[in-house]
């Protein structure tokens, strides 16, 4: 009965280590927002990144014309001029205001805060006027008619939208609640595991919960990256999204892996270390021969 409990508690702690840094991943990371915009800075000097803000500026910029044919006419200088502006030192610091403001946008629609935003759509967008007024005034330098307030307009790219945003809600809500008690449960499991373990295998079973652990980090390693990739190959993205959410996506994945291989170097070390320590203290029990030849304790 010691063996069979010591090894349904071995079990449930490696499913809670499988629970666990993600859980934490997803708190520490993909909700927090000074995380989130630390993990996506580096996207600002990615050319993919100033392709589909540019597109998207310009868009909006040309969509302000009140004359379509002018619009139309004004629309490749209006370009040119997002264009520089994004490849520009300026582009960085809009980013990262833009990344913060989208994602205190996106976060409070997970965490159903309707004060803040309306998540009636279930969409997720980039926030344009940090980039805007920059644009619109270097448009306006050139003496071409665009107008004043640009950098308030409320105007968005589309990075997203998901008819699952109502489950996303509810995960969020768990993970809120459960995540802080994750990691003493697993620790405390593991300990349980070790203790419920029969006489003298209590060393013996924590090497063995650390070498599990591990290895389903590494498995975690392999799985949860491919599915963040079919999770976001299947949102409806637009056109100018579609390559940044691909690099968002890949720079959050950074912490992913980090925390998992920290996880996991932790677990191999609690396996290494109580698999030698529970040798040595092996061999000091064996019994030593005694001078008559006799083995003696």
């Known amino acids: 009965m010691r063996s069979f409990l010591s090894g349904v508690l071995v079990a449930l ?14 708190e520490g990371t993909l909700l927090d927002t000074d995380a989130y915009v630390a993990a996506t800075a580096p996207l600002a000097d990615d050319v993919t ?6 597109e998207a500026l310009t868009d909006t910029v040309a969509g302000g014309i009140d004359s379509g044919l002018l619009a139309g006419a004004l629309r490749p200088v209006i370009g040119e001029v997002a264009d520089v502006f994004v490849r520009s030192d300026a582009f960085a610091p809009a980013w990262e205001e833009a990344s913060r403001q989208g994602h205190a946008a996106t976060v409070a629609v997970l965490r159903e805060d309707s004060d803040v935003v309306d998540a009636a759509d ?12 920059s644009v619109g005034q270097a448009l306006r330098d050139r003496g071409l008619p665009v107008p ?40 405390l499991l593991a300990v349980l ?33 491919e599915a963040a990739q079919t999770v976001v190959a299947g949102l409806d993205v637009s056109s100018s999204g579609r390559e940044a959410v691909d690099d968002i996506v890949d720079a959050l994945l950074v912490p992913l892996r980090s925390q998992l291989w920290w996880a996991c170097g ?18 000091n029990r064996l019994p030593r021969p005694a001078p008559d030849g006799r083995m003696s304790a």
């Open 193 to 225: 595991a070790a203790v419920v373990a029969r006489p003298r295998r209590h060393l013996r079973t924590l090497a063995v919960t650390g070498g599990l652990v591990a290895a389903a980090m590494l498995l975690l390693l392999v799985l949860l990256p």
């Open 13 to 26: 702690t490696v499913l809670a280590a499988m629970v666990t840094v993600p859980a934490r991943y997803v």
């Open 148 to 187: 004043e307030g640009f950098a308030t307009t409320g105007a968005d790219v589309v990075l997203y939208s998901s008819d699952d945003l109502s489950t996303a809600q509810s995960v969020v809500a768990t993970l809120d609640r459960w995540t802080p008690w994750a990691l003493p449960a697993t620790v």
């Open 49 to 54: 990144t100033q392709d589909a803000v540019a």
């Open 122 to 133: 279930g969409v997720v967008t980039l926030p344009l006027d940090p980039f805007l007024e």
């Open 266 to 283: 932790i677990a191999a070390a609690v396996c290494v270390g109580s698999a030698v320590t529970a040798g040595v203290l092996r061999r």
